[in-house]
């Protein structure tokens, strides 16, 4: 692995085409959460809520929790996100020059916002991907849905968990997830890091990032949804309208996210260093976004291939 750099990022700000269709899509993926968000054994972001202790109470004992406000948080720019980072842009339009016709994984999603950046490296790479999602809940996979066929685009979902489920070893050109390694606990990533370099296929490449950092605190959550709640206000003449009187009904929503959403932070290079041992070539930058419950937040962009 070559040594880590460090690139300085300007703060993200909403184009104007992705708030259009955060604003059309956020009550959807809310209605959506409601009825597809089913409670699971094992796996996705319930982990969070039950090892907050709140596995009992019926608005974390499933995760419409997390992906029905997903998007509202988007609107305030507090939610970890693809377009916090350029190079995804560069490292999975540089991989679709090379195989046009790649076999894609996207491996877990919060909502369709992987597969707009995919969509993006697609159009400039003038390639035609075989796209497939997988995610362990309906929801993401849905709004996946929502974007492809807004756009045209062929894709494959399948509702399973990526750390379990049976898919053939060299499956895939192009292995694309954002944030996933801060989604899953210490004693997972290793498990998952494994998964994706049996999946690839020789020569292909994973991209992915990471957030640098320790763990979630209450004074972290309780900070998070004071700054949510400072920014929907400050923000109100320019929110949707079509969640006028909903204020109070969209801070409890804030609220319970910042109570049970959880970021299990990497390390350091040493880490990084270790999960990738096994990929023969590794870059991993080291950049500045906005940040989650700490912002601004450091977070490593990597891109790793195997022989």
């Not at 996979?141 to 053939?168: F, K, M, V």
Request: contains cysteine.
């Amino acid at each position: 692995m070559r040594s880590l750099s460090v690139r300085p990022v300007g703060t993200y700000t909403l184009d104007s085409r992705t708030r259009e269709l955060l604003i059309e899509s956020a009550p959807l993926m809310e209605s959506w959460a409601a009825t597809d968000c089913g409670s699971k054994d094992a796996g996705g972001m319930e982990e969070w809520a039950k090892i907050q202790g709140l596995s009992e109470a019926p608005p974390a004992a499933r995760c419409d929790w997390y992906h029905g406000t997903w998007q509202y948080l988007r609107l305030l720019n507090l939610v970890a996100v693809p377009p916090w980072y350029e190079f995804y842009l560069d490292a999975l339009s540089n991989v679709l020059r090379r195989r046009p016709n790649s076999k894609v994984l996207i491996s877990a999603a919060a909502d369709y916002g992987m597969l707009a950046t995919l969509h993006e490296a697609t159009r400039a790479a003038q390639a035609t991907p075989h796209i497939m999602v997988y995610d362990i809940c309906r929801t993401p996979l849905r709004s996946c849905q929502w974007y492809a066929e807004r756009h045209g685009l062929a894709i494959e979902c399948e509702c399973a968990n990526l750390l379990t489920c049976d898919i053939p070893e060299a499956s895939f050109d192009l292995i694309v997830t954002d944030e996933f390694l801060t989604v899953i606990k210490a004693a997972d990533k290793p498990v998952i890091v494994k998964r994706w370099r049996d999946l690839l296929k020789p020569g292909g490449t994973l991209v992915t990032t990471a957030m640098l950092g320790g763990p979630t605190t209450p004074e972290l959550r309780r900070g998070y949804a004071e700054n949510a709640r400072w920014l929907l206000e400050a923000n109100s003449d320019s929110f949707p309208l079509h969640l006028n009187g909903r204020h109070d009904e969209l801070l409890k929503l804030f609220h319970l996210f910042a109570s049970v959403h959880t970021r299990y932070m990497v390390t350091g290079e040493e880490e990084i260093r270790r999960l990738f041992d096994d990929f023969g070539k590794v870059s991993c930058v080291r950049t500045v976004t906005p940040g989650e419950c700490v912002r601004p937040t450091d977070s490593f962009q990597i891109v790793a291939s195997v022989p």
